[in-house]
């Protein structure tokens, strides 16, 4: 298996449709993280000097329905603003408004049609919807990693359904990529930093991992649930009660599997979780009834970076403590400072994703010093987890790249 190339693409004149995530955060109708806009921009301003028509498609939030508040049209001029193009709106997605916008564009033009969940038909990946879309166009390009997890009708029917060709874009390529060195072929050994604050969540990432590392760090608030599991005292810390034997299973496993797991040794611990509230350092043997573990400490931050001092690769989601407040994001910022390092001094090779943890990367600094920051959340925590997710199962074909039909 394996995926077309858009070097390979003769663009000129073809009607491109481009899956871009503009699911983008909003304030008073303006974009105010444009981070997943800049990602697709090389894809865009590509396809568009080499003599594509642009389409551009995608979701904006979760509307019911048509609603003038989660327009595209915002977005598609902070697109211009960042891509250094004029692009052109079109009212709807499908239908006529489309396309006359889509017949009336030149070589070298952008289009970007209005929020496809503005059809009900988007979500529930109808076949009708995905041929609408798909008859607007000559090709496919996916580009929206942070939404490939979603079988809807513009990430997933709107190829299987029309046949057109589909190629992964620049940045979903890049993602691709760094799946692939992360868990394929994998320079050992390869520690996992999980953090957060819910196992809840993690545990189907949890179990997957513990057969791909050698290492595996855990951090956040999940790990309070790991120490409970292991008889600890744990004061009025999150933890998941109900998912202790969870935790304790996990344990197991690694043991069985000879894997090491790596849990905080001392917190930093306060009453309540606020600002500058009064914290104190403590082994994680000595939490008091009152105490909750707002971050891990000193030591274990210095256990944590000599782990990595040992691997080869990382894969990081989720942060270490309530990295939000100060100073609880100090055990996160020091190790993303030490990963940062040793990804410069070539001694790891570091992957990163999910909300949290980029913003947690970006407030210590360090997101351009990674070798890859993957700004997805759902998307990325399923690729964790072993998962092909439906918007790329779409791109692949069969045979080897240079036997792929283009
Ligand atoms: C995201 O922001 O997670 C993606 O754009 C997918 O959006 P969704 O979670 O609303 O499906
Ligand atoms: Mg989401």
Redesign the pocket.
């Known amino acids: 298996m394996g995926f077309r190339s858009l070097d390979d693409a003769e663009v000129k004149g073809k009607r491109v449709l481009v899956r871009v ?1 503009l ?1 983008v955060p909003m304030a008073d109708g303006k974009v105010t993280d444009a981070t997943r806009i800049e990602e697709v921009t090389p894809t865009i301003a590509e396809l568009a000097d080499k003599g594509g028509r642009v389409i551009l498609l995608s ?1 904006l939030n ?1 509307p019911k329905g048509p609603d003038p508040k989660h327009s595209l049209r915002p977005v598609a001029a902070a697109v211009a603003r960042i891509v250094k193009r004029p692009v052109g709106f079109a009212e709807d997605c499908v239908g006529p408004k489309a396309e006359a916008a889509v017949a009336a564009m030149k070589d070298g033009d952008i289009l970007c049609l209005e929020n496809t969940r503005f059809h009900p038909e988007e979500e529930k990946n109808n076949q009708e919807f995905a041929k609408k879309l798909a008859a607007l166009g000559d090709m496919f390009v996916e580009d929206a990693f ?2 490939a997890h ?1 079988a809807h009708a513009s990430i997933t029917s709107i190829v299987t359904v029309s046949g057109l060709p589909a190629y992964p874009g620049r940045a979903m390529k890049a993602e691709l990529d760094a799946l692939e060195k992360a868990f394929e072929k994998p320079e050992h050994p390869v520690a996992a930093i999980v953090g957060g604050a819910k196992i809840s969540t993690k545990l189907d990432l949890l179990g997957h991992l513990l057969s791909k590392v050698e290492t595996l760090i855990i951090g956040g608030g999940m790990a309070n649930t790991f120490l409970a599991a292991q008889g600890k005292a744990i004061g009025k810390s999150l933890c998941e009660n109900d998912l202790i034997p969870n935790a304790r299973d996990i344990l197991t496993k690694a043991k069985s599997l000879k894997r090491e797991i790596v849990l905080p040794i001392d917190a930093v611990v306060a009453e309540r979780l606020a600002a500058n509230a009064p914290s104190r350092v403590v082994p994680v043997d000595a939490v008091e009834p009152n105490d909750m573990i707002l971050d891990i400490g000193p030591r274990s931050v210095e256990h944590v970076i000599s782990a990595l001092a040992r691997s080869k690769t990382l894969v990081w989601n989720g942060p270490f403590g309530a990295f939000e407040v100060e100073p609880f994001d100090n055990g996160t910022t020091e190790v993303a400072e030490a990963v940062a390092e040793l990804t410069e001094d070539g001694r790891l090779i570091s992957f990163a994703g999910g909300g949290d943890t980029v913003a947690a990367l970006n407030a210590a600094g360090v997101t351009g010093r990674l070798t890859h920051v993957s700004t997805a ?2 998307a990325f925590l399923e690729s964790l987890e072993g998962k092909t997710l439906p918007g790329v199962a779409v791109l692949m074909v069969s045979g080897t790249l240079d036997a792929a039909p283009r």
Do not use: L, P
Request: glycine share 22%; charged share 35%; net charge positive.
């Open positions: 995530d699911n979701h979760r942070s939404a979603r959340g759902g």
